[in-house]
């Protein structure tokens, strides 16, 4: 099944209804027809979970939800399925899932709480009810599919609720015979089902991930990922002057990019597909002959720009745990028990970087109160101040074999300098592929416009693939 592709469809491509019949024509277009996973549409995600986090305290929440949803699916389907048997059969699909998410909402409004698990069974309504719709449309365009659910199919992934993991293994053992080669399918992307029966979701923006992982499990000879922006930039356009397009990455650079900030895909994308050497293909919806050329190829070959780097990207929603005292980088078992706590409450830790009297850790802005109170539960005796530093922002530069070439790490740190920017951290060397540092919050745009400045300096940017 090596020839078959993967499609992944993002919510960026699903907001309006001119979007959705875009989409599906595209997805009809495939000479050979492919497996297609798609998102939530845009902003659902966003609506399921303001629902959960208000309705315990608002009992309109639930009705208010429910009945947002269904005018807008009913608006989509009326527009983009315009023969009544099906309209009828892709409504009713639509009405039996929201009877469903109303009832389970309601049964957790009238306990008073709700669990990990639940959260995740509800999130995943997003995708389910989004790949009605699009299955609807596709038919609708005459081109047969079927719609398929991970439960169904059997993506398996380790029982982690929120950011769980697909255990290629087991799944690629169910998934190896389910597809025939000559039908298109549509599944839900976002999230799988535990070995023991319960939603999983795969992280914010697991979409990517999942649909990743189904490459892999098929022997798929690309996954295809559709958005509505021109694929890597060397910079973000909102922050940098002039980006340039950046049309190839290897995989580590790529898995880098997207680690430490950037939102064209997801960090765990990469990771199925080098295991076996399948190419990722970032395209444009909105490109004419949209099909010809990708924007971004991503792959194991290494490609040389004119000066080694490829791009930069930042994290805002990261703070420092500073853990200090005299030799705490240095007395054994310190920083062990402390990254133990942390993996015993869930809590990811990004990066770490120590020195004789200080231990620094990069933590999600969402745990870092946490983290903190849970080092202090430690009560280690040479600690002697704990404090987490929230108004910071990470730089990452990305570029293959950067460390290697004189003269780049100065001109990253030469240009910050000039700007009379203070970095408070940072990190070179421990990856071949990354440099970054961080710098006060307030700093982060001239941060990034003068570095862009500096290594990129407004000039053409062209990939040279070395196999």
Not at 366 to 371: G, K, L, N, R, Y
Request: charged share 20%.
């Amino acid at each position: 099944m090596k020839h078959r592709k993967v499609v992944k469809v993002g919510g960026s491509n699903l907001r309006e209804i001119k979007d959705i019949r875009k989409i599906s024509e595209i997805i009809c277009d495939y000479e050979q027809a492919p497996i297609v996973v798609v998102s939530a549409f845009y902003g659902v995600t966003d609506k399921l979970i303001a629902c959960l986090d208000q309705m315990l305290h608002n009992s309109n929440k639930i009705s208010e939800l429910i009945d947002y949803l269904y005018e807008l699916k009913l608006e989509y389907i009326l527009e983009l399925v315009p023969e009544e048997h099906l309209r009828n059969i892709v409504f009713s699909n639509i009405k039996s899932k929201l009877d469903d998410l109303s009832s389970y909402l309601n049964h957790l409004q009238s306990k008073g709480t709700f669990k990990p698990f639940d959260k995740d069974y509800v999130l995943s309504y997003g995708e389910r009810l989004s790949s009605i719709v699009i299955w609807g449309t596709v038919k609708s365009i005459k081109r047969d599919c079927e719609l398929v659910l991970p439960e169904n199919i059997g993506l398996i992934t380790d029982d982690v609720f929120g950011n769980a993991s697909v255990n290629l293994k087991l799944t690629k053992d169910n998934l190896e015979n389910r597809f025939n080669e000559d039908s298109l399918y549509i599944i839900p992307g976002f999230y799988g089902v535990s070995p023991y029966g319960k939603i999983n979701l795969l992280g914010r923006g697991g979409t990517d991930y999942s649909a990743a992982a189904i490459a892999y499990c098929i022997g798929a000879s690309t996954l295809d990922i559709w958005k509505d922006v021109d694929g890597f930039m060397t910079g973000d356009p909102k922050h940098v002057d002039d980006p340039q397009q950046v049309n190839h990455l290897s995989y580590l650079e790529a898995a880098e990019l997207a680690y430490f900030g950037a939102g064209i895909l997801h960090p765990r994308t990469v990771e199925p597909l080098q295991l076996v050497n399948i190419p990722i293909r970032i395209f444009n919806v909105f490109k004419d002959n949209a099909h010809s050329e990708p924007q971004t190829v991503i792959d194991h070959n290494i490609s040389i720009f004119p000066k080694v780097i490829k791009s930069l990207t930042f994290e805002s929603k990261i703070g420092i745990l500073s853990v200090k005292g005299p030799g705490v980088g240095f007395i054994p078992g310190i920083l062990s028990g402390i990254t133990k706590i942390l993996y015993d409450h869930s809590i990811n830790i990004s990066s770490v970087i120590t020195s004789q009297i200080s231990i620094n850790l990069l933590i999600g802005l969402d745990e870092i109160d946490e983290a903190k109170s849970l080092v202090e539960s430690l009560d280690i005796h040479a600690v002697t101040d704990i404090s987490a530093n929230k108004e910071v922002s990470l730089i990452a530069v990305v570029g293959n074999g950067m460390t290697k070439i004189p003269g780049v790490a100065a001109k990253v740190f030469t240009a910050i300098a000039q700007e009379g920017i203070n970095i408070l951290l940072s990190s070179l060397g421990a990856s071949d592929v990354v440099t970054y540092f961080i710098v006060d919050k307030h700093n982060t745009k001239r941060a990034i416009s003068k570095l862009h400045k500096a290594l990129f300096n407004d000039e053409v940017i062209a990939s040279r693939a070395i196999a």
